[in-house]
C-alpha cells in the first residue's frame, strides 16, 4: 500500500518568513495530492491540492509543487502569518471511480511567532 | 451549502461497549470516508461507503463497521471496544475521486 512521509515534524517561522512543508509517496499511481490545515480542536481543512498532470499550483499565499519522478510533493506558505499556526497535513491517493482513500503524512506543526 | 456534520460530539464508553456514530455528508455527495485520528498520529483510513455499499476498508479489525442509508448519511459502529480505540473519528464526504470535506469528528474516550 501507500506510505506518506512528511518532514519536518515541526516547523517554527517568524512572522514574514515562508515555510515548506515536503512529503514523500511510495505508490507510483498516487495521482491525487491534498493538503490539510487542522487548528486546535478543529476539522482538517482542505487548503489546496494538485493531481498528477500538473507540476505546481498557486492560491494566494500558498503553493504546492510535484515531482513525480522523485515522489515527492511540496507546500509552500509565503509571508506567514500568526494565523497560519496549525498542523499541517499532506495526503496522497489513487483517485479514480474506484475511490479517493487518502493515506496521510504524520503532520507537521508549524507555529508562526509574532 | 452546509458542511459535513457529525454528532455526536463526544462519546464516552467503556471497555467491552459498543459506539455508535453518525455522519451527514454534504448535499450532492455520495461518498463517505471515515478516518481515525488518536492523539498524536495523523489520520488513518478506515472505511469507505459510496452509493449505500462498502466499497473499501483500512487496515482496521472487524469490530469496527458501518453503513451507509439511501440518503447517503452514514453510522460508524465500533464493538467491543478497547482501551486504544479512545480518539477523534472523523468522517469526510466527497464525490467519488473528487475533494473530500471532512466534519467536526466525535472524540471517543473508552475507559
Known amino acids: 500500500g501507500e506510505n506518506v512521509e512528511q518532514h519536518p515534524s515541526t516547523l517554527s517561522v517568524q512572522e514574514g518568513d515562508s515555510a515548506v512543508i515536503k512529503c514523500t509517496y511510495s505508490?507510483?499511481?498516487?495521482?491525487?495530492f491534498p493538503w490539510y490545515k487542522q487548528e486546535l480542536g478543529k476539522r482538517p481543512q482542505l487548503i489546496i491540492d494538485?493531481?498528477?498532470?500538473?507540476g505546481e499550483k498557486k492560491d494566494q499565499r500558498i503553493a504546492v509543487t510535484l515531482n513525480k519522478t522523485a515522489k515527492h510533493f511540496s507546500l509552500h506558505i509565503t509571508e506567514t502569518q500568526p494565523e497560519d499556526s496549525a498542523v499541517y497535513f499532506c495526503?496522497?491517493?489513487?483517485?479514480?471511480?474506484?475511490?479517493?482513500?487518502?493515506?496521510f503524512g504524520g503532520g507537521t506543526r508549524l507555529m508562526v511567532k509574532p | 451549502e452546509a458542511g459535513v456534520t457529525q454528532s455526536p460530539t463526544h462519546l464516552i464508553k467503556t471497555r467491552g461497549q459498543q459506539a455508535t456514530l453518525r455522519c451527514s455528508p454534504i448535499?450532492?455527495?455520495?461518498?463517505v470516508y471515515w478516518y481515525q485520528q488518536a492523539l498524536g498520529l495523523g489520520l488513518q483510513f478506515l472505511l469507505w461507503?459510496?452509493?449505500?455499499?462498502?466499497?473499501n476498508r483500512g487496515n482496521f479489525p472487524p469490530r469496527f463497521s458501518g453503513r451507509q442509508f439511501p440518503n447517503y448519511s452514514s453510522e460508524l459502529n465500533v464493538n467491543a471496544l478497547e482501551l486504544e480505540d479512545s480518539a477523534l473519528y472523523l468522517c469526510?464526504?466527497?464525490?467519488?475521486?473528487?475533494?473530500?470535506?471532512f466534519g467536526p469528528g466525535t472524540r471517543l474516550t473508552v475507559l
Open positions: 469526510a464526504s466527497g464525490r467519488r475521486r473528487n475533494e473530500q470535506f
Open positions: 505508490d507510483s499511481a498516487s495521482n491525487y
Open positions: 494538485i493531481r498528477s498532470n500538473v
Open positions: 495526503a496522497a491517493s489513487r483517485s479514480n471511480n474506484a475511490g479517493n482513500m487518502l493515506t
Open positions: 448535499s450532492g455527495h455520495t461518498s
Open positions: 461507503y459510496d452509493e449505500g455499499e462498502e466499497r
